[in-house]
């Protein structure tokens, strides 16, 4: 059992519902495993209170990064044969309250089947894996039209074949929208990276692209804008959290530096543009950006600057900075709003672990 407790204070326009939980169950659960086949295989069956966490956690991830971690209520089952690790879950999301006790949508499934598949003939000693997926999201309310179910079909393949590694994810969704519309949306990822072994520091230079389909046409009942699901997407869109990145197209290029091992320092870049300019943004956690739309596509850049430290088995730390430079789309949707301007965010934690 894992208990909890967010606070956060002074936060204008919050607190929002990753800012606070007061006291809080994060994990509950009873688990039962066992060995079979000589030991060699295993099975888990898991119920109850629990985090969710698979592959790179662009659609099914804690999302770490915010102040309140995310947590799900319902039933986990897992079946290791030899190299293949298969699982299946039914769970609802938990709604957190920030003053009560923490309870699960009721009006919310989240169903899938997630299949690790390891592949040590393939470039020997270069880790590959192949996961492949199936999510369904259903939505079920009461008012006419309202329900929707939407699914996801995937496969994350990683690869490190030294010095080079390579991350890359595909996704298609389909399915029925909430206006009676049909769901048909995609998504991409390709993340490539080098490793200098034999350079101070051990710098590795990273370099990404990610893209996503969105509506053209959001009048016509028709969803083509790509559901994130439920991702820890801050490593991939900036810590910022200016938007959710795959409403957008996005190009990543960063380098991380290891000063004393463990301790790093990773700094990165994103470029961040629009395929429907005249659409508004899409933000984090599935909410709107409240500007006008304007008619540039370029959202603009951010430069995040992150340094670790682990002292010992118990504490570490971190600390960053990071700076959006807003763009020409940006500027045009909040000229005389006010929210036309660049940001600074600076930012710090100490971890304890027992």
């Known amino acids: 059992m894992q208990g909890k407790s967010s606070l ?6 919050g607190p929002r519902a990753v800012d606070a939980d007061e006291i809080d169950i994060q994990q509950a659960f009873g688990e039962f495993s066992f060995r079979f086949n000589n030991d060699r295989d295993r099975a888990m069956i898991r119920a109850g209170r629990q985090d969710l966490i698979y592959g790179a956690q662009r659609l099914i991830g804690v ?19 030899g190299n293949q690790t298969i699982d299946a879950f039914w769970v609802r999301p938990v709604v957190v309250n920030k003053e009560r006790m923490n309870s699960s949508d009721d009006n919310s499934n989240f169903v ?6 390891s592949l040590p003939d393939f470039m020997r000693e270069a880790r590959t894996k192949l996961d492949a997926y199936f999510l369904w999201l259903n939505h079920d309310n009461t008012a006419p039209l309202s ?17 080079w590694d390579l991350d890359v994810e595909a996704d298609w969704q389909f399915g029925n929208a909430a206006e009676g519309g049909d769901i048909n949306a995609w998504s991409i990822a390709i993340e490539g990276g080098y490793t200098l072994s034999g350079v101070t520091w051990t710098p590795r230079l990273l370099l990404g692209f990610d893209a996503a389909s969105g ?25 910022i959290d200016a938007i959710a990145g795959r409403t957008s197209s996005m190009c990543m290029a960063a380098s991380t530096l290891h000063l004393h091992p463990p301790d790093c320092f990773a700094g990165t870049i994103f470029l961040l543009a629009r395929k429907q300019p005249r659409r508004p943004l899409q933000r984090t956690r599935r ?9 540039s596509k370029y959202i603009g850049s951010e430069f995040d600057a992150l340094l670790t430290w682990v002292f010992d088995r118990h504490w570490s730390a971190y ?12 500027e045009e949707a909040g000229s ?13 934690s100490i971890t304890f672990t027992f």
């Open 8 to 13: 956060i204070e002074d936060r204008d326009g």
């Open 63 to 81: 999302s770490d990064w915010t102040n309140v971690r995310r947590t799900f209520d319902g039933v986990r089952g897992s079946i290791g044969l």
């Open 112 to 117: 899938g089947i997630y299949d690790v598949i």
């Open 147 to 163: 329900d929707s179910d939407t699914f996801t079909l995937g496969a994350h393949f990683f690869t490190n074949p030294k010095p």
């Open 215 to 239: 509506d053209d046409d959001p009048t016509d009942g028709d969803h083509k804008t790509f559901n994130q699901l439920f991702p820890s997407g801050h490593p991939y869109f900036g810590y």
């Open 287 to 295: 909410t709107p950006d409240r500007r006008r739309p304007g008619s």
């Open 319 to 330: 600390a960053g900075y990071s700076h959006f430079f807003a763009g020409d789309f940006v």
């Open 336 to 348: 005389g709003t006010g929210a036309d301007s660049d940001i600074d965010f600076v930012y710090g």
